[in-house]
Protein backbone atom coordinates (compact mmCIF):
# COMPACT_ATOMS: atom_id res chain seq x y z
CA UNK A 1 0.00 0.00 0.00
CA UNK A 2 3.03 2.37 0.92
CA UNK A 3 5.64 1.25 -1.58
CA UNK A 4 6.15 1.58 -5.24
CA UNK A 5 4.57 -1.29 -7.50
CA UNK A 6 6.72 -0.92 -9.80
CA UNK A 7 9.87 -4.09 -9.26
CA UNK A 8 12.63 -2.18 -10.69
CA UNK A 9 12.41 1.25 -9.21
CA UNK A 10 11.55 -1.04 -5.92
CA UNK A 11 14.90 -2.65 -6.42
CA UNK A 12 16.74 0.67 -6.99
CA UNK A 13 15.07 2.26 -3.72
CA UNK A 14 15.76 -0.89 -1.59
CA UNK A 15 19.41 -0.65 -2.80
CA UNK A 16 20.13 3.19 -2.27
CA UNK A 17 18.45 2.92 1.02
CA UNK A 18 20.67 0.45 1.98
CA UNK A 19 23.39 2.79 1.07
CA UNK A 20 21.94 5.39 3.02
CA UNK A 21 21.38 3.20 6.31
CA UNK A 22 25.34 2.54 6.51
CA UNK A 23 25.93 6.42 6.22
CA UNK A 24 23.13 6.88 8.55
CA UNK A 25 25.14 4.12 11.21
CA UNK A 26 28.51 6.03 10.38
CA UNK A 27 26.66 9.55 11.46
CA UNK A 28 25.68 7.56 14.32
CA UNK A 29 28.69 6.10 15.58
CA UNK A 30 30.55 9.55 14.89
CA UNK A 31 28.75 10.85 17.86
CA UNK A 32 28.74 8.33 20.06
CA UNK A 33 25.57 8.94 22.26
CA UNK A 34 22.47 9.95 20.83
CA UNK A 35 19.44 11.31 21.86
CA UNK A 36 15.98 10.44 19.99
CA UNK A 37 12.77 12.31 19.81
CA UNK A 38 10.71 9.05 19.78
CA UNK A 39 6.62 9.13 19.10
CA UNK A 40 6.29 6.03 18.27
CA UNK A 41 5.92 6.62 14.91
CA UNK A 42 7.23 5.37 11.65
CA UNK A 43 10.54 7.51 11.45
CA UNK A 44 11.39 8.00 15.15
CA UNK A 45 11.27 4.25 15.69
CA UNK A 46 13.20 3.25 12.56
CA UNK A 47 15.99 5.97 13.96
CA UNK A 48 15.96 4.87 17.36
CA UNK A 49 16.17 0.84 17.08
CA UNK A 50 18.53 1.55 14.34
CA UNK A 51 20.70 3.84 16.60
CA UNK A 52 20.19 1.02 19.30
CA UNK A 53 21.66 -1.95 17.11
CA UNK A 54 24.44 0.86 16.23
CA UNK A 55 25.07 2.43 19.02
CA UNK A 56 24.32 -0.36 22.31
CA UNK A 57 21.76 0.36 24.49
CA UNK A 58 24.09 3.03 26.20
CA UNK A 59 24.50 4.79 23.25
CA UNK A 60 21.20 5.66 23.13
CA UNK A 61 18.02 7.19 25.12
CA UNK A 62 14.43 7.36 22.99
CA UNK A 63 12.64 10.12 24.97
CA UNK A 64 8.93 10.79 24.80
CA UNK A 65 7.32 13.75 24.61
CA UNK A 66 4.08 13.00 26.61
CA UNK A 67 1.10 15.96 26.37
CA UNK A 68 -2.34 15.71 25.41
CA UNK A 69 -2.02 16.22 21.86
CA UNK A 70 -0.27 12.89 22.07
CA UNK A 71 -2.20 10.01 20.82
CA UNK A 72 -2.36 7.29 23.65
CA UNK A 73 -2.30 4.39 20.76
CA UNK A 74 0.86 6.19 19.51
CA UNK A 75 2.01 5.99 23.36
CA UNK A 76 1.57 2.15 23.13
CA UNK A 77 3.10 1.60 20.49
CA UNK A 78 6.36 3.51 21.72
CA UNK A 79 6.39 1.44 24.42
CA UNK A 80 5.62 -1.83 22.63
CA UNK A 81 8.60 -1.41 19.76
CA UNK A 82 10.79 -0.06 23.00
CA UNK A 83 10.28 -3.34 25.02
CA UNK A 84 10.82 -5.26 22.04
CA UNK A 85 13.84 -3.73 20.96
CA UNK A 86 15.52 -2.74 24.20
CA UNK A 87 15.03 0.45 23.83
CA UNK A 88 16.06 2.88 26.69
CA UNK A 89 13.48 5.24 27.56
CA UNK A 90 13.17 8.66 29.47
CA UNK A 91 9.43 10.40 29.40
CA UNK A 92 8.79 13.60 29.83
CA UNK A 93 5.83 16.07 30.67
CA UNK A 94 4.94 18.50 28.24
CA UNK A 95 3.19 21.26 28.13
CA UNK A 96 1.97 23.61 24.86
CA UNK A 97 -1.25 23.75 25.42
CA UNK A 98 -0.68 25.80 28.29
CA UNK A 99 1.30 28.88 25.86
CA UNK A 100 -1.38 30.94 24.20
CA UNK A 101 0.57 31.58 21.73
CA UNK A 102 0.09 27.74 21.15
CA UNK A 103 -3.87 27.05 22.23
CA UNK A 104 -4.48 30.01 19.95
CA UNK A 105 -3.79 27.66 16.73
CA UNK A 106 -2.21 29.80 14.28
CA UNK A 107 -0.73 28.13 11.13
CA UNK A 108 2.71 28.22 12.93
CA UNK A 109 1.43 25.77 15.55
CA UNK A 110 3.77 23.39 15.64
CA UNK A 111 6.61 25.67 16.24
CA UNK A 112 5.67 26.85 19.50
CA UNK A 113 4.96 22.76 20.55
CA UNK A 114 8.22 21.86 19.10
CA UNK A 115 9.91 24.70 20.77
CA UNK A 116 8.46 23.31 24.25
CA UNK A 117 9.15 19.88 23.41
CA UNK A 118 12.50 20.91 22.63
CA UNK A 119 12.92 23.01 25.19
CA UNK A 120 12.17 20.08 28.25
CA UNK A 121 14.17 17.34 25.70
CA UNK A 122 17.09 18.72 24.98
CA UNK A 123 18.77 19.63 28.28
CA UNK A 124 17.08 16.28 29.92
CA UNK A 125 19.03 14.71 27.20
CA UNK A 126 22.24 16.43 28.06
CA UNK A 127 22.15 16.30 31.75
CA UNK A 128 22.01 12.54 31.30
CA UNK A 129 25.08 12.78 28.59
CA UNK A 130 23.69 12.85 25.39
CA UNK A 131 25.15 15.52 23.42
CA UNK A 132 23.50 15.03 20.32
CA UNK A 133 19.76 15.05 19.81
CA UNK A 134 17.77 14.01 17.03
CA UNK A 135 14.62 13.74 15.60
CA UNK A 136 12.91 11.63 12.51
CA UNK A 137 12.21 14.11 10.18
CA UNK A 138 12.70 12.74 6.47
CA UNK A 139 13.65 13.82 3.48
CA UNK A 140 10.04 13.99 1.97
CA UNK A 141 9.34 16.23 5.26
CA UNK A 142 11.16 19.27 3.78
CA UNK A 143 9.20 19.67 1.33
CA UNK A 144 5.76 20.17 3.65
CA UNK A 145 4.32 23.34 5.54
CA UNK A 146 6.62 22.16 8.89
CA UNK A 147 7.15 25.23 11.09
CA UNK A 148 7.71 22.64 13.89
CA UNK A 149 11.60 22.80 12.08
CA UNK A 150 12.58 26.02 12.96
CA UNK A 151 12.17 25.19 16.10
CA UNK A 152 13.85 22.28 16.27
CA UNK A 153 17.14 23.91 14.28
CA UNK A 154 17.01 26.68 17.36
CA UNK A 155 17.07 23.66 19.50
CA UNK A 156 20.41 22.25 17.55
CA UNK A 157 18.46 19.10 17.15
CA UNK A 158 19.34 17.15 14.02
CA UNK A 159 17.35 15.07 11.49
CA UNK A 160 20.19 12.76 10.13
CA UNK A 161 17.37 10.70 8.20
CA UNK A 162 16.82 13.77 6.40
CA UNK A 163 20.32 14.64 5.99
CA UNK A 164 21.29 11.38 4.32
CA UNK A 165 18.04 11.47 1.95
CA UNK A 166 16.01 8.92 3.82
CA UNK A 167 12.40 8.90 2.05
CA UNK A 168 9.28 7.76 4.22
CA UNK A 169 8.86 4.36 1.71
CA UNK A 170 12.33 4.08 2.22
CA UNK A 171 12.20 4.41 6.06
CA UNK A 172 8.98 1.92 5.64
CA UNK A 173 10.87 -0.44 3.54
CA UNK A 174 14.21 -0.51 6.19
CA UNK A 175 12.02 -0.71 9.04
CA UNK A 176 10.61 -3.60 7.38
CA UNK A 177 13.84 -5.59 6.98
CA UNK A 178 14.54 -4.42 11.09
CA UNK A 179 11.50 -6.09 11.70
CA UNK A 180 9.67 -3.07 13.44
CA UNK A 181 6.12 -3.47 13.84
CA UNK A 182 5.37 0.45 12.22
CA UNK A 183 6.99 -0.39 9.22
CA UNK A 184 2.86 -0.23 7.66
CA UNK A 185 2.10 1.95 10.59
CA UNK A 186 -0.60 4.70 8.51
CA UNK A 187 1.14 8.10 9.39
CA UNK A 188 -0.06 9.51 12.57
CA UNK A 189 0.48 13.45 13.62
CA UNK A 190 -0.27 15.14 16.69
CA UNK A 191 -4.13 15.44 17.61
CA UNK A 192 -4.13 19.35 17.18
CA UNK A 193 -4.04 18.73 13.32
CA UNK A 194 -7.68 17.78 13.42
CA UNK A 195 -8.07 21.50 14.46
CA UNK A 196 -8.58 24.14 11.41
CA UNK A 197 -5.90 26.80 12.42
CA UNK A 198 -7.56 29.55 14.53
CA UNK A 199 -10.53 27.02 16.55
CA UNK A 200 -8.50 27.38 20.18
CA UNK A 201 -6.67 23.88 21.32
CA UNK A 202 -8.03 22.38 24.29
CA UNK A 203 -7.80 19.36 25.87
CA UNK A 204 -11.32 18.65 25.67
CA UNK A 205 -11.23 19.44 21.97
CA UNK A 206 -8.59 16.56 21.79
CA UNK A 207 -9.68 14.46 23.60
CA UNK A 208 -13.13 14.42 21.38
CA UNK A 209 -10.93 14.25 18.08
CA UNK A 210 -9.47 11.08 20.06
CA UNK A 211 -12.41 9.44 21.16
CA UNK A 212 -14.11 9.45 17.62
CA UNK A 213 -10.93 8.05 16.04
CA UNK A 214 -11.31 4.90 18.66
CA UNK A 215 -15.34 4.48 17.79
CA UNK A 216 -14.11 4.42 14.38
CA UNK A 217 -11.09 1.91 14.71
CA UNK A 218 -13.46 -0.20 16.65
CA UNK A 219 -16.10 -0.65 13.80
CA UNK A 220 -13.13 -2.51 11.66
CA UNK A 221 -11.80 0.70 9.55
CA UNK A 222 -8.18 0.15 9.19
CA UNK A 223 -5.78 2.51 7.04
CA UNK A 224 -5.05 6.26 7.25
CA UNK A 225 -7.83 7.77 8.94
CA UNK A 226 -8.60 11.59 10.55
CA UNK A 227 -11.50 13.03 11.98
CA UNK A 228 -11.30 16.75 11.47
CA UNK A 229 -12.83 19.19 13.94
CA UNK A 230 -15.58 21.55 12.75
CA UNK A 231 -17.45 22.53 15.93
CA UNK A 232 -20.53 20.29 16.20
CA UNK A 233 -19.71 18.68 12.83
CA UNK A 234 -16.82 16.00 12.66
CA UNK A 235 -15.57 16.00 9.23
CA UNK A 236 -14.11 12.40 8.65
CA UNK A 237 -10.88 11.66 5.98
CA UNK A 238 -10.89 7.86 5.23
CA UNK A 239 -9.06 5.94 2.35
CA UNK A 240 -11.10 6.95 -1.14
CA UNK A 241 -11.58 3.22 -1.75
CA UNK A 242 -13.30 2.82 1.23
CA UNK A 243 -16.13 5.64 0.73
CA UNK A 244 -18.31 3.42 -1.04
CA UNK A 245 -18.17 0.77 1.97
CA UNK A 246 -19.06 3.41 4.31
CA UNK A 247 -21.80 5.82 2.60
CA UNK A 248 -23.67 2.65 2.37
CA UNK A 249 -27.09 2.80 4.74
CA UNK A 250 -25.85 0.65 7.49
CA UNK A 251 -22.18 0.95 7.75
CA UNK A 252 -23.05 5.00 7.47
CA UNK A 253 -25.11 4.38 10.25
CA UNK A 254 -23.13 2.95 12.43
CA UNK A 255 -20.15 5.26 11.54
CA UNK A 256 -22.56 8.06 12.41
CA UNK A 257 -23.59 6.66 15.46
CA UNK A 258 -19.98 6.24 16.49
CA UNK A 259 -18.62 9.33 16.31
CA UNK A 260 -21.84 10.99 17.72
CA UNK A 261 -21.51 8.41 20.72
CA UNK A 262 -17.80 11.10 21.23
CA UNK A 263 -19.58 14.30 21.32
CA UNK A 264 -20.11 15.09 17.95
CA UNK A 265 -23.64 16.19 16.91
CA UNK A 266 -23.47 16.09 12.83
CA UNK A 267 -20.87 13.96 11.10
CA UNK A 268 -19.67 14.00 7.53
CA UNK A 269 -17.48 11.97 5.34
CA UNK A 270 -15.23 13.84 3.46
CA UNK A 271 -15.87 12.71 -0.47
CA UNK A 272 -12.33 13.41 -1.60
CA UNK A 273 -11.30 10.98 1.26
CA UNK A 274 -7.36 11.03 2.86
CA UNK A 275 -5.50 13.74 2.79
CA UNK A 276 -2.02 14.21 5.05
CA UNK A 277 -2.69 18.09 5.80
CA UNK A 278 -5.65 18.20 4.50
CA UNK A 279 -6.45 21.42 7.03
CA UNK A 280 -3.56 23.42 5.23
CA UNK A 281 -5.54 23.47 2.06
CA UNK A 282 -8.52 23.90 4.36
CA UNK A 283 -6.70 27.44 5.08
CA UNK A 284 -4.70 27.93 1.99
CA UNK A 285 -1.19 27.19 3.62
CA UNK A 286 -0.35 24.68 0.84
CA UNK A 287 -2.21 24.02 -3.00
CA UNK B 1 -17.41 47.81 9.21
CA UNK B 2 -15.65 44.01 9.82
CA UNK B 3 -19.83 43.19 10.16
CA UNK B 4 -20.70 44.50 6.19
CA UNK B 5 -17.79 42.20 4.80
CA UNK B 6 -19.00 39.49 6.71
CA UNK B 7 -22.50 39.78 5.66
CA UNK B 8 -20.74 40.11 1.95
CA UNK B 9 -18.41 36.96 2.16
CA UNK B 10 -21.55 35.23 3.61
CA UNK B 11 -23.71 36.37 0.88
CA UNK B 12 -20.63 35.68 -1.50
CA UNK B 13 -20.60 31.64 -0.09
CA UNK B 14 -24.55 30.98 0.09
CA UNK B 15 -24.23 32.28 -4.00
CA UNK B 16 -21.50 29.42 -4.40
CA UNK B 17 -23.54 26.95 -2.51
CA UNK B 18 -26.48 27.87 -4.01
CA UNK B 19 -24.92 27.31 -7.68
CA UNK B 20 -23.14 24.14 -6.34
CA UNK B 21 -26.39 22.46 -5.11
CA UNK B 22 -27.93 23.37 -8.95
CA UNK B 23 -24.94 21.52 -10.39
CA UNK B 24 -25.50 18.69 -8.62
CA UNK B 25 -29.73 18.31 -8.71
CA UNK B 26 -28.92 19.04 -13.01
CA UNK B 27 -26.45 15.97 -12.57
CA UNK B 28 -29.14 13.75 -10.78
CA UNK B 29 -27.61 14.04 -7.42
CA UNK B 30 -30.21 16.46 -5.74
CA UNK B 31 -28.19 17.67 -2.91
CA UNK B 32 -28.62 20.58 -0.46
CA UNK B 33 -25.18 22.32 -0.04
CA UNK B 34 -24.05 24.36 3.28
CA UNK B 35 -21.15 26.04 3.19
CA UNK B 36 -18.80 26.50 5.81
CA UNK B 37 -16.01 28.70 4.56
CA UNK B 38 -14.23 26.64 1.81
CA UNK B 39 -16.23 23.48 3.06
CA UNK B 40 -19.14 22.43 1.29
CA UNK B 41 -21.60 20.17 3.61
CA UNK B 42 -23.84 18.16 1.66
CA UNK B 43 -27.34 16.76 2.31
CA UNK B 44 -28.87 14.34 0.67
CA UNK B 45 -31.39 10.93 1.19
CA UNK B 46 -29.83 8.08 1.82
CA UNK B 47 -30.10 6.58 -1.71
CA UNK B 48 -28.13 9.93 -3.32
CA UNK B 49 -26.03 9.44 -0.48
CA UNK B 50 -24.78 5.88 -1.43
CA UNK B 51 -24.05 6.89 -5.19
CA UNK B 52 -22.10 9.73 -4.48
CA UNK B 53 -18.99 6.84 -3.92
CA UNK B 54 -19.30 5.91 -7.34
CA UNK B 55 -16.10 6.42 -8.96
CA UNK B 56 -17.91 9.00 -12.05
CA UNK B 57 -20.18 10.90 -9.91
CA UNK B 58 -17.67 11.05 -7.12
CA UNK B 59 -15.17 13.23 -9.56
CA UNK B 60 -18.07 15.15 -11.01
CA UNK B 61 -18.95 16.25 -7.59
CA UNK B 62 -15.78 17.35 -6.69
CA UNK B 63 -15.52 19.31 -10.10
CA UNK B 64 -18.02 20.91 -9.52
CA UNK B 65 -17.16 21.65 -6.13
CA UNK B 66 -14.10 23.24 -6.88
CA UNK B 67 -15.05 25.15 -9.76
CA UNK B 68 -17.39 26.97 -6.75
CA UNK B 69 -14.06 27.65 -4.54
CA UNK B 70 -14.87 24.56 -2.41
CA UNK B 71 -11.30 22.86 -0.91
CA UNK B 72 -12.83 19.84 0.68
CA UNK B 73 -16.85 18.00 0.06
CA UNK B 74 -18.09 16.37 3.26
CA UNK B 75 -21.26 13.99 2.85
CA UNK B 76 -23.24 14.37 6.23
CA UNK B 77 -24.17 11.20 7.49
CA UNK B 78 -27.93 11.21 9.12
Redesign the interface.
Given at each position: MYMTNDPQSAAASVESASEREATLEAWLRARGRVAVGYSGGVDSAYLAVLARRTLGPDGVIAIIGRSASYPAEQWATARRVADDFGLPVLELDTDELSDPRYAANPANRCYFCKNELWGRLVPAAWARGFGTVVDGTNADDLSDHRPGAQAAREHAVASPLADVGFTKPEIRERSRLLGLPTWQQPSSPCLSSRLPYGTGVTAARLQQVERAERAIRELGLTGDLRVRYHDELARIELPHEQLADWLAPERSAALQAAVAGAGFTRVALDLRGFRSGSLNVLHGVVA | MSAMFASAADADARRKAERLAAALTNAGTPCGVEP????A??KAS?EI??R???PEI?RA??AAARAEGF????????
Open positions: - | RGTLVLPVALAERVLTHVAVELA
